[in-house]
């Protein structure tokens, strides 16, 4: 059975620093996913990861895939209150219909 | 892009109602569809898999008599909570894998808010 787990589940931090989740998987994988989630809203797709190697930014996030570690980080830099925001990442666990198994989730919250 | 309208995305109902969650792909069709369920601060849990014309596949421990699901037609799906109480209140997702996407392997609806009084 495919287990995800995310650290840490809660971070509180600071405006202008910088802090990186992990996302450790169980099992041979290469795609996986992020995605945000605001309160009371579903999820919003942020990086796709399809290889080992793989990186990815956008804005004040970077995404990361070591395969071989089964391990993605998500870094956030220079941190700003926009990115409060649950964070979750999923693994494809490489079934041919795209299920998805999802991590705990990291609740993100940046103060001044 | 890919759009999946999820309705409604609130209902209030008294206990022992049945309540229907309808999920569309909008601009493509899909063949398998995902019903989550998420409670406050926790993940999303996948309770079935939806499959165009066949039987959907429920995850252990989520009873299917209680969570009816019917896969119709390419662009929908719904789940029928039925009797519900209000431990079934919830935030319910759903999502659908389009074929030919490409590099997402799912999109996903806007959530429903279960609320059952």
């Known amino acids: 059975e495919l287990k995800v787990e995310q650290n840490p589940l809660f971070l509180s931090m600071q405006e202008g620093k910088n802090y990186t989740i992990y996302c450790n998987y169980s099992?041979?994988?290469?795609?996986l996913y992020w995605y945000r989630q605001d309160p009371g809203k579903s999820l919003e797709s942020l990086f796709v990861?399809?290889?080992?190697?793989a990186v990815k930014q956008e804005g004040r996030l970077m995404a990361s895939l070591d395969t071989k570690a089964r391990l993605s980080t998500l870094h956030i830099t220079a941190a700003v209150h926009d990115l409060s925001a649950t964070y979750f990442c999923?693994?494809?666990?490489?079934?041919?219909?795209?299920?998805?198994?999802f991590g705990q989730g990291t609740i993100l919250t940046v103060h001044p | 892009g890919a759009v999946v309208s999820q309705h409604p995305s609130w209902v209030i109902c008294k206990s022992g109602t049945s309540v229907k969650i309808e999920c569309r792909s909008l601009?493509?069709?899909?063949?398998?569809m995902f019903w989550y369920r998420q409670f406050p601060k926790q993940s999303l849990m996948l309770m079935a898999t939806?499959?165009?014309?066949?039987?959907?596949?429920?995850e252990q421990g989520v009873e299917k008599d209680k969570f009816l699901i019917n896969h119709a037609s390419l662009t929908l799906s719904t789940l029928t909570v039925t009797s519900a109480h209000p431990e079934d209140s919830s935030f319910y997702i759903c999502?659908?894998?389009?074929?030919?996407?490409?590099?997402?392997?799912?999109?996903f609806g806007d959530g429903t808010r279960l609320s059952i009084l």
């Open positions: 999502s659908a894998r389009d074929p030919l996407g490409g590099r997402q392997p799912q999109h």
């Open positions: 099992t041979t994988s290469d795609r």
């Open positions: 990861l399809l290889s080992n190697g």
């Open positions: 999923a693994v494809d666990g490489g079934t041919s219909y795209g299920k998805l198994t």
């Open positions: 601009d493509f069709q899909a063949t398998t």
């Open positions: 939806s499959n165009e014309g066949s039987k959907a596949t429920y």
